[in-house]
């Protein structure tokens, strides 16, 4: 049931999305729209919260320190890969001076998310 609950959920917020994003560009005027793209803010913003909650809970249940180093294993592999693939695009099709900054940051946010998602969504959790 929960799962299910879940899956909706997220598909409601996928098409709400894709809603919010067509009343931007197509420059909807209106006091429902405004009302809308508010509402779909405030629903985003609760869901931000909840998997920060939800991300704090699950870390603070790791007790075994072979837990934390598949953790930590996962998050240096993300980020090794994703480095070599934002490399690998910024030689192959910039052709100019590469950005070790952007590349590194980029992917230690992008492989921080990785596994925060993993740990979060991931079978073992109680709730």
């Known amino acids: 049931m929960k799962k299910n609950f879940i899956i909706y959920f997220y598909s409601l917020l996928i098409v709400l999305g894709i809603i919010t994003a067509l009343i931007v560009f197509k420059d909807f005027d209106g006091s429902i729209a405004i ?69 590194v940051d980029n992917s230690l946010v992008l492989s921080f998310a990785l596994v925060a998602i993993d740990l979060v969504f991931s079978k073992k959790t109680i709730w």
Do not use: P, T
């Open 35 to 103: 009302a809308f793209i508010i509402g779909f803010i405030i629903l985003l913003s609760l869901n931000m919260f909840y998997f920060i909650f939800r991300l704090i809970v699950e870390v603070s249940k790791l007790r075994k320190w072979s837990e934390i180093r598949k953790i930590l294993s996962k998050f240096i592999a993300y980020f090794v890969f994703l480095c070599i693939l934002n490399y690998s695009f910024d030689k192959f099709l910039k052709s100019v001076e590469i950005d070790w900054y952007s590349i």
